[in-house]
T-cell receptor
C-alpha cells in the first residue's frame, strides 16, 4: 500500500519562511506533486519533482530525496493569501500512473 | 485553457437513491480520477481510469462504481446513497504519457439525507 504523511496544521507569520514536510512509503514511485487548496476551492498545482534536488518557482520551492522518501515545500515571504491547505501527492507507476494524496497540511498565516 | 467540469456544484439526495456524478475533461487525457475529501482525511482515491472502459480501485471503492464509456467522460455512481457518503467529491484528469500535473474540477458537494 501507499503511505504519505504530512503535519496536519502549521502556523506562521506574514513575511516569514515556512517549510512543510512530506514523507512517503510507496512502491513504484514516479514523481511527487505539491498542490495548494484554498477553502471551498479545487486544488491547484504548485510544483513537481521526479529527480532529487530543489525546484524553485518564485516564492515557492520544493525539494525531493527519493532515497529518504522525503519532500518539503518551502514558502518564502509569506503573505496572508498563502493561508490554505497544502497537499503532497505521489504518482505511482502502474497501469495508469495513479496519483495518491497525503492528508494535507493546513497553513495559517498570521499578521 | 484546460478544463475539467463536474456536472453539479451542490447535490442533495435521499438515502437509498442511485446517484450519478459526471465529470468531463477537454484535454484528451488518458487518466481520470475520482476522490472524496473529508475534513482531516485529505483526498482519498475512490477509483481511477487509465483508458476507456478501464478502471482500477483506489483506497475506498466500497459503495461506489464508475463508468468510462468515452475518453472525455468519467462517471461516479453511488448505487444506494448513504449518509456516510456525504462529502466533497473531486474529479481530476492527467496525461498518462507526459509527466504533467493533474487538473481538478471544481468539486461536487453531495449531501445525503
Amino acid at each position: 500500500g501507499q503511505n504519505i504523511d504530512q503535519p496536519t496544521e502549521m502556523t506562521a507569520t506574514e513575511g516569514a519562511i515556512v517549510q512543510i514536510n512530506c514523507t512517503y512509503q510507496t512502491s513504484g514511485f514516479n514523481g511527487l506533486f505539491w498542490y495548494q487548496q484554498h477553502a471551498g476551492e479545487a486544488p491547484t498545482f504548485l510544483s513537481y519533482n521526479v529527480l532529487d534536488g530543489l525546484e524553485e518557482k518564485g516564492r515557492f520551492s520544493s525539494f525531493l530525496s527519493r532515497s529518504k522518501g522525503y519532500s518539503y515545500l518551502l514558502l518564502k515571504e509569506l503573505q496572508m493569501k498563502d493561508s490554505a491547505s497544502y497537499l503532497c501527492a505521489v504518482r505511482i507507476r502502474n497501469a495508469g500512473n495513479m496519483l495518491t494524496f497525503g492528508g494535507g497540511t493546513r497553513l495559517m498565516v498570521k499578521p | 485553457d484546460v478544463k475539467v467540469t463536474q456536472s453539479s456544484r451542490y447535490l442533495v439526495k435521499r438515502t437509498g437513491e442511485k446517484v450519478f456524478l459526471e465529470c468531463v475533461q477537454d484535454m484528451d487525457h488518458e487518466n481520470m480520477f475520482w476522490y472524496r475529501q473529508d475534513p482531516g482525511l485529505g483526498l482519498r482515491l475512490i477509483y481511477f481510469s487509465y483508458d476507456v472502459k478501464m478502471k482500477e480501485k483506489g483506497d475506498i471503492p466500497e459503495g461506489y462504481s464508475v463508468s468510462r464509456e468515452k475518453k472525455e467522460r468519467f462517471s461516479l455512481i453511488l448505487e444506494s446513497a448513504s449518509t456516510n457518503q456525504t462529502s466533497m467529491y473531486l474529479c481530476a484528469s492527467s496525461s498518462q504519457y507526459i509527466p504533467s500535473e493533474a487538473f481538478f474540477g471544481q468539486g461536487t458537494r453531495l449531501t445525503v439525507v
